[in-house]
């Protein structure tokens, strides 16, 4: 026995991983799907919804923007300048602003450690067996 197609649309949406955006027809009602999308920025779609009632026939174009931010990119992209939510933690924002994990520190740090100056005066290093260091020619 065939399942309808409408049933079949039904069960394919139900096995999809991610949510799937959808929106009411304002003409009567139906469930309208999207079949196309463009990219109008980095934080703003153009979607065509498609009413799936075929006597209603509706086709739309909405838009999807991001609004605010609820939880900060670890790999945040320079050119994108979204508010911040009032309820961000503002913890959260204090520490990936201070960013302890910062490679480029780390690669810093370490380059700092290759580098271990032999003949700065007055400065003493672990390799140095004696406590004073030795005087300067002159």
Same mark, same amino acid.
């Given at each position: ?5 409408? $049933? ?6 139900a ?5 799937r955006?959808?929106?009411? =027809?304002?003409? =009567? /009602?139906?469930?309208c799907?999207? =079949? ?13 919804y ?9 086709v /739309?174009?909405a ?6 931010? +609820?939880v900060?990119?670890?790999? *945040? $992209?320079?050119?994108v300048? +979204? *508010? ?6 503002? /913890?959260q924002?204090a ?15 370490h +380059?700092?450690s +290759?580098?271990?100056p032999?003949?700065?005066? /007055? ?9 004073? *260091?030795?005087? *300067?020619?002159g």
């Amino acid at each position: 026995m065939n399942a309808a197609p409408e $049933a079949l649309a039904e069960q394919a949406d139900a096995n999809n991983r991610y949510m799937r955006i959808t929106i009411e =027809c304002p003409h =009567c /009602g139906t469930r309208c799907v999207a =079949c196309d999308s463009r990219a109008l920025s980095k934080t703003m779609r153009e979607i065509t919804y498609r009413c799936r009632n075929w006597k209603c026939g509706f086709v /739309g174009v909405a838009t999807l923007e991001f609004a605010r931010v +609820l939880v900060l990119s670890s790999i *945040p $992209a320079a050119d994108v300048s +979204l *508010p911040l939510s009032r309820h961000i933690r503002r /913890g959260q924002l204090a520490l990936q602003l201070s960013d302890d994990n910062n490679l480029a520190d780390e690669e810093a740090a370490h +380059l700092a450690s +290759l580098h271990v100056p032999t003949n700065d005066w /007055g400065a003493s290093s672990s390799r140095h067996t004696s406590a004073t *260091p030795a005087a *300067p020619p002159g």
